[in-house]
């Protein structure tokens, strides 16, 4: 255990006791007591950065499961440190501002930043692992949390469907991945991410490999919403608004962009790996933008201009694959795209974050987010105007911001894989930058309106819940900080360059550096009157014109009908799981535990039976066995005669002294087997039992007489003896047959030695099988609280029950 | 149930505490002759039943006022704490520890750390079977 | 004896399945009871019987019973504990609310319509 390690799971461990601090002390907002956390974390991973920008790396493990090769294996390499530092220090703006968005009097905020810490230390798992198991734990997690927040306010019937979807899709591509990492499993023999990359030509050679890049894809496709999956996106954007400028625009949603990126090193060189990314980037990209202009809600536009935003980093770590089929980084014109997906996705972080910080503002002080009802409040907010302006004009990719930047390096990078004479790129590669070229028209369309239909135009009072004013400072500083990055990034890119972007490079392409070598990025403001400048010319004019002239251009949104979009077939294909699930179960379940009882004790008869037939399973041998006695003749008379007694008994108080009998009597038998711990302690719960059993049955009804026919008890007789001759014969064949040694001379031979105790079954729960003890007592403690909730928790029943 | 049971009651006061010596005998014992955890808890909760037998309700959480949830609950964490605590030592999950240590007054007496993930488990087994029968008891 | 205990596991394996498949909630319980009973007698048979001294080192016997089954069933005592007693109280409340304990009238209320 490490400080790295304490680093990753400490948001987890405050977790834990944040509850307090939101229940004892009210009067102060649960957010002051979170926002240390990802301070002190930031400035943590910041001391980082002088060892990865040297093509160092931070190595520390600790075994979990060494048996099966899984350790907690914490790395920092470029990549990781990149996304650890966007996760703390967007995670400490957004713990800011959200001190001002939730009002502590009326919001669960207990609730809230535990989900939100649960969070943070998952993703920073993710990011960090180098084990992928131990990753993929960590992604769940993300899921489950962002299920938790999207759902945050659960009243709401949207809330609950938005998180349900997203849950859904997130958590299938989780399951794909799992897959994908077993397949790497099979393929190399190890989890650990440093292995399966210096094993990649085994991986590239193997006949597994286009599964396991399915696998890999499909959760990376999901979790970073790409085109046909990017759905649950704007489904969750009913969680409150620091949460979606949080998890679903600057980290979560970028987990499957890490994924992609750590992957890189090892799938990259298949041509179906780039196809895939970046073809399945592009069409995001222009999807999400083409979908991103008929929104009339101002966080349905953020949302699906999410969408095409990570497709657009998506298809820049597809196409800059290219890079890894030429041999060394001298005049290899492929890495630019490389640099343009890191750039990007430290650009987006910056701007999407301020700009959804800029629509809770909104949406905050006016009540509606809803752009039909909004206009004219640059006068009132003129702050949140110039953050507005700043965020969008990035967005759009004009200068002099940090999108600009971006972007030209983008259609750089779509422009240069014509030059590459692969897998038909110089013919199909053609679409890229055409597609690249239209999206980057629609992101400038939906940029203007969402802040000129916002901010311009005629002020509507009468719309509005609230009466606008500009927002509290508090409220300011983070999207402040945010813009400002902007422009620094603007105007200084390459602060960035040295220190973030060519250390991330380094580990998405590491096969391209010789020991020693480093990236040398350089970004420049200005290259001189090439395609790309024009292309971005080409852009603004013709961006400006479609803006002006949207209201003649829209219905072409309607042509597509409702029926065939994803979102109702996603609908109508989970009602028909449902549905048909239902009737398939209501074939063989009919709601009679008694024909279940019978279905399993009919398959437990024939399996068995039929496996000691055909195995020439059933033998008795008698030389092995163990002399009787006299007290072990009693007692199993006992037994018998008792057990025999309960199925005519005719009263409850008969049947329960007669079972209470038959538990004495095993206790007996454990006596007389030399069994001490077992006989103590079905002795006393034998007695706390029978307590037990009198307690309840005074309330419950009296024995009734069995009104059935001569059928149902003749099948019950049947059955029941089945199961008795079934069993006896599973006893004595597997007592004749001994297929294997005992393992159990290990337990008697280490209990001293090992675990210095005496009790050989004491030390066997307590220590060399404590796992399944720590299980049981889990159990027991769910029991009870069941038995409690049962009886003291009585939810008033509504007519329908 | 509101009987005069006062040959009951006065055997309990004595029983009670030979019962409740007994069941700690049993859990320290656990590590070298029959006991333990699971043992040790029951005769403990076996005890606190006999209580509930001879005297009411109310008078026995008047005595004994505790929240046999909660006792549950901190069962459980000094299990897992146990368990989770090996990792600072950088070995697996649940690994135990154990040493001899000279107490002053003890003299040698062998510590082990399965004993904390024992009490835990003690403490889980009465809480579990203590809030079963008083839940059900209190249920009228 | 393993043979003898064969049987009489085989008799209570029996009699539970029957109390089981009655219609009566309370002797559902009562064979959850008995069958839990019949299973630890089968284990503890299946890891041999009186082979050696009880598992205690204490005992510095040269052979010892097989400690692996009876922690097995120590956990599954009290295991079946929890379980019974959550039953119990199921039936309980089942009873309470619904006014039957009999099998054929809990069927579980039309489900989704």
């Known amino acids: 255990m490490s400080l790295l390690h304490l680093a990753i799971v400490s948001p987890l461990l405050l977790a834990v006791i944040i509850p307090i601090f939101s229940k004892s002390i009210r009067q102060i907002h649960t957010g002051w007591f979170v926002l240390p956390l990802p301070v002190v974390l930031f400035s943590y991973f910041l001391s980082f950065i002088s060892t990865t920008s040297h093509q160092g790396t931070v190595y520390e493990s600790f075994e979990w499961i060494p048996s099966l090769g899984i350790n907690f294996a914490a790395k920092i390499d470029g990549l990781g440190l990149l996304f650890a530092l966007l996760i703390s220090g967007i995670g400490a703006l957004v713990v800011l501002y959200s001190i001002y968005y939730l009002a502590k009097d009326k919001e669960q905020l207990g609730n809230f930043y535990v989900y939100l810490l649960l969070f943070m230390g998952a993703m920073l798992g993710v990011v960090l692992s180098d084990n992928l198991i131990v990753m993929y734990g960590f992604w769940e997690l993300t899921s489950i949390s962002s299920f938790l927040l999207i759902g945050y306010w659960y009243h709401r019937e949207k809330s609950r469907y938005g998180a349900q979807k997203s849950m859904l899709i997130t958590v299938f591509g989780g399951l794909a991945m799992l897959g994908g990492i077993i397949l790497l499993y099979i393929m190399t023999g190890s989890f650990s991410i440093s292995e399966i990359v210096a094993q990649s030509d085994i991986v590239l050679e193997h006949t597994l490999l286009i599964p396991a890049i399915l696998c890999f894809l499909l959760g990376a496709f999901t979790k970073s919403a790409q085109f046909p999956f990017h759905i649950w996106l704007p489904d969750a954007m009913e969680a409150p608004t620091p949460v979606s400028a949080y998890l679903h625009s600057a980290t979560m949603v970028k987990a499957g962009i890490y994924l992609v990126a750590r992957m890189s090193p090892v799938f990259a060189e298949s041509p179906v790996w780039l196809w895939l990314v970046g073809g399945f980037g592009i069409v995001t990209l222009f999807w999400g933008s083409f979908s991103a202009v008929k929104q009339t809600d101002l966080k349905s536009i953020l949302a699906f201009s999410t969408v095409s935003q990570l497709g657009l980093i998506m298809s820049l770590l597809g196409v800059g694959a290219a890079a890894l089929h030429y041999d060394g980084i001298d005049d290899n014109v492929f890495t630019v795209a490389t640099t343009a997906a890191v750039f990007h996705l430290i650009n987006h972080a910056t701007f999407k974050g301020s700009l959804f910080m800029v629509v809770g503002i909104v949406d905050h002080e006016t009540g509606t987010r809803d752009i039909r009802k909004l206009g004219g409040l640059m006068h009132l907010m003129p702050v949140t105007f110039t953050l507005a302006i700043i965020g969008a004009f990035s967005m759009a990719g004009l200068p002099p911001f940090n999108g600009f930047l971006s972007k030209e390096m983008f259609f750089t990078g779509m422009v240069n894989i014509l030059k590459l004479d692969l897998f038909s790129l110089s013919t199909w590669g053609l679409l890229f930058p055409v597609l690249a070229w239209i999206a980057s028209v629609f992101t400038f369309i939906y940029s203007m309106k969402l802040v000129f239909r916002t901010f311009t135009g005629k002020y509507k009072p009468e719309g509005l819940k609230k009466k606008p004013h500009e927002a509290p400072l508090g409220m300011l500083i983070s999207p402040v900080v945010l813009g400002s990055l902007v422009i620094i990034f603007g105007l200084f890119p390459n602060i960035l360059s040295h220190n973030l972007i060519s250390p991330a490079m380094a580990s998405i392409l590491p096969s391209l550096l010789s020991p020693g070598d480093i990236f040398d990025v350089h970004i420049y403001f200005w290259h001189g009157p090439t395609p790309e400048l024009f292309m971005t010319i080409g852009v603004v004019i013709l961006g400006i014109l479609l803006y002006l002239t949207l209201p003649k251009w829209e219905k072409a949104y309607h042509l597509l009908p409702e029926k065939l979009t994803l979102n109702k077939i996603y609908d109508r294909g989970l009602e028909s799981i449902q549905s048909g699930s239902f009737k398939l179960t209501r074939f063989y379940m009919n709601g009679y535990i008694r024909t279940y009882l019978v279905y399993i004790f009919a398959f437990f008869i024939l399996i068995l039976g039929y496996t000691l037939y055909t195995k020439d399973a059933f033998v008795i041998d008698t030389t092995n066995v163990s002399s009787i006695g006299f007290y072990e003749i009693v007692l199993s008379l006992l037994i018998v005669v008792a057990t025999i007694t309960i199925l005519f008994a005719k009263s409850r108080l008969t049947s329960i002294i007669l079972l209470g009998a038959v538990g004495y009597t095993v206790a007996l038998f454990f006596v007389v087997f030399r069994a001490p711990d077992l006989a103590l302690t079905q002795l006393v719960i034998e007695t706390v039992s029978v307590a037990l059993f009198l307690l309840c049955f005074y309330h419950l009804p009296k024995f009734k007489k069995e009104e059935s026919k001569i059928p149902f008890k003749l099948t019950n007789a049947l059955i029941s003896i089945g199961v008795g001759a079934i069993v006896t014969a599973i006893a004595l064949s597997a007592n004749s047959t001994k297929l294997f040694d005992s393992i159990s001379q290990f337990y008697v031979d280490n209990t001293y030695i090992r675990a210095a105790g005496k009790n050989m079954v004491n030390v066997i729960l307590v220590d060399f099988r404590g796992f399944d003890t720590l299980f049981e007592i889990c159990v027991l403690a769910i029991a009870s609280l069941g038995i409690f909730a049962m009886i003291k928790l009585r939810l008033t029943r509504g007519k329908e029950g | 149930m509101r009987t005069n049971d006062l040959i009951l009651q006065t055997v309990t006061k004595v029983i009670l505490f030979i019962i409740l010596l007994f069941s700690i005998h049993l859990f320290f014992a656990g590590h070298y002759y029959p006991g333990g955890g699971f043992i040790g808890g029951l005769m403990t909760a076996g005890a606190l039943v006999l209580l509930l037998l001879a005297f009411d309700m109310k008078t026995v959480a008047n005595i004994l006022p505790v929240n046999y949830r909660i006792m549950t609950a901190i069962g459980l964490l000094f299990s897992i704490g146990t368990g989770a605590g090996s990792l600072l030592f950088n070995v697996p999950f649940l690994t135990h520890a154990f040493n001899d240590v000279y107490l002053p007054i003890l003299g040698k007496t062998s510590l082990h750390t399965a004993v904390l993930f024992d009490i835990g488990v003690y403490l889980v087994v009465i809480g579990v079977t203590m809030t079963i029968i008083q839940t059900i008891g209190e249920d009228e | ?113």
């Open chain 3, 1 to 113: 004896m393993e043979i003898v205990m064969a049987f009489v596991v085989g008799i209570i394996f029996m009699a539970a399945t029957y109390l089981m498949l009655s219609k009566s909630l309370l002797r559902i319980i009562i064979g959850t009871g008995l069958l839990s009973h019949g299973t630890h007698l089968l284990v503890l048979t299946m890891g041999g019987l009186k082979n050696g001294a009880a598992p205690l080192l204490g005992e510095h016997a040269a052979q010892y019973n097989d400690p692996l089954p009876q922690a097995l069933i120590l956990t599954a005592i009290v295991i079946a504990f929890g379980v019974t007693s959550f039953f119990l109280v199921l039936a309980y409340r089942a009873y309470q609310e619904l006014g039957t304990d009999n099998m054929d009238r809990l069927r579980g209320t039309k489900i989704n319509e």
